[in-house]
């Protein structure tokens, strides 16, 4: 299982570009690449994606036990060539600033990866030496071998940081990615925007992986990825034998999915048939409905106008039929959406209440929920943990099923209440990963398999 990390000393060094430049310039030598994400970011694993022709894992410590983080790694790396792993924010950034926990550092030696740093080096000299050398000796159990220096100017500034940096400093220079203005990526609210949709995003991937190939050691880099350890992937999963089949909507307003969790789906037995709410007219035949996250608010117009497809929603929420929804789901489980211009759209009506944009972030981190009352996840009791990151917020006189907390910097903890339900239906701003307990997963299962055995 060989492997290797990039991080950097902050966000916006270009670890999401250089990560994926890097992934398709391996793929293109034949390497069969697999990539990973630390934290639980949606929109930087659909570039790794188009990067590696394989879906991107999240390893999160705050969602996922140690175990699992180590389960599902060996799951997807014991069939590549390389697994490449992208960090999240800075390398020691993590949940409490007192604590690497949940950082990529945490998350290096979780899993014994060595670690390429990147570096913005642009208006660097001499100085890029002493913040290398700062990040290396800041803890001596993280193993950074090499860095990549990114925003070059000239090939006479990249032989000024080589040098001050390898004399000063044991690591290695791998390479420097020049300054390209045509590799950087759009973003919006709520991160970069989809890989999905820009029309450009092959043509700024492939620019990147030839920089990559030009500018940076490939072989050295591979060299540094052999694995030191190995480990099996432990999992056991009890799969039903219902010939069960759940409906997972998926298009341009809903792709916010970790692909280990409908992983997980399948390996209990579950099929899953995905479908469009925006383009189909009908739901496809199944025992239950998931919706992952989104941008429900940019295409609800396209939403609210497929009135046939909200209609068979609502009949199957009617119907006991289990239905699932996060963030995005949870606002198209709803009677309408109010955008950021203030122009209302009609959603399926399930859930008695509204959503309604705003310009200010309304969640943002960790967090865990408390279910209050039985769902088709979790008995009462069980406690799910996640993350939020939503600029809407859902208006509603339902009584709240979850009873969420977080911990705040200062070790406080901050609390409030949300998730809704209406019959089998069930929406909630809180995202999580399925194997975060199997007994999420199990519990969707009987719900489904009751289902079923109700409508035979």
Not at 12 to 34: C, E, N
Not at 217 to 223: A, F, H, S, V, W
Request: charged letters at 25%; a negative charge.
């Amino acid at each position: 299982m060989d492997r290797i990390m990039i991080a950097a000393t902050h966000s916006g060094a270009g670890k999401t570009t250089i990560t994926s430049g890097l992934m398709r310039a391996l793929k293109d030598k034949g390497l069969k690449v697999q990539p990973y994400k630390v934290g639980p970011d949606y929109i930087d694993t659909s570039y790794h994606k188009q990067a590696s022709g394989l879906d991107s894992h999240n390893i999160d410590e705050f969602i996922l036990p140690k175990d699992e983080i180590r389960n599902i790694f060996a799951a997807y790396a014991k069939t590549s060539d390389i697994s490449i792993i992208e960090g999240v924010m800075g390398v020691y950034d993590g949940y409490q600033s007192d604590s690497d926990y949940c950082s990529s550092a945490s998350m290096a030696k979780i899993l014994n990866c060595p670690v390429i740093l990147v570096i913005d080096a642009r208006a660097m000299a001499g100085s890029a030496a002493a913040l290398v050398k700062g990040f290396v000796e800041f803890d001596k159990d993280l193993d950074i071998v090499g860095v990549i220096l990114n925003n070059v100017s000239s090939e006479n500034h990249y032989d000024i940081l080589k040098q001050a940096i390898e004399k000063n400093v044991n690591v290695k220079v791998l390479g420097r990615i020049p300054k390209n203005s045509d590799i950087s990526l759009p973003s919006r609210h709520l991160g970069l925007v989809m890989q999905s949709e820009l029309d450009d995003s092959e043509q700024k991937l492939q620019t990147m992986a030839d920089l990559v190939a030009t500018y940076l050691d490939l072989d050295e880099i591979i060299k540094i990825s052999k694995a030191k350890s190995t480990w099996e992937s432990k999992r056991a999963i009890k799969r039903s034998d219902k010939n069960l089949t759940l409906a997972v909507a998926f298009d341009k307003a809903f792709n916010f999915y970790y692909p280990d969790t409908l992983n997980i789906f399948k390996l209990a037995g579950i099929k899953l048939e995905y479908f469009s709410p925006i383009s189909d007219r009908e739901l496809p035949k199944c025992d239950g409905i998931y919706f992952g996250g989104g941008y429900p608010e940019v295409f609800a117009r396209e939403l609210s106008n497929n009135t046939k497809m909200r209609a068979s929603i609502k009949e199957a929420s009617n119907n006991n039929m289990p239905i699932y929804g996060e963030c995005g789901g949870l606002m198209y489980l709803g009677d309408y959406l109010i955008d950021s211009d203030g122009d209302k759209f009609d959603m399926t009506g399930i859930l008695s209440g509204y959503s309604k944009m705003s310009a200010k972030l309304q969640r943002f981190g960790y967090c865990q929920g408390k279910l209050n009352e039985p769902t088709i996840i979790g008995e009462k009791g069980q406690i799910v943990r996640g993350h939020e990151f939503h600029h809407s917020e859902f208006i509603t006189d339902l009584e709240p099923v979850y009873s969420m907390e977080k911990e705040l910097s200062d070790y406080s903890i901050k609390t409030w209440a949300g998730g809704y339900r209406y019959k089998n239906t069930f929406g909630t701003y809180l995202h999580t990963h399925f194997a975060s307990d199997y007994n999420l997963i199990y519990k969707f299962c009987s719900a489904l398999e009751e289902y079923s055995e109700s409508n035979l």
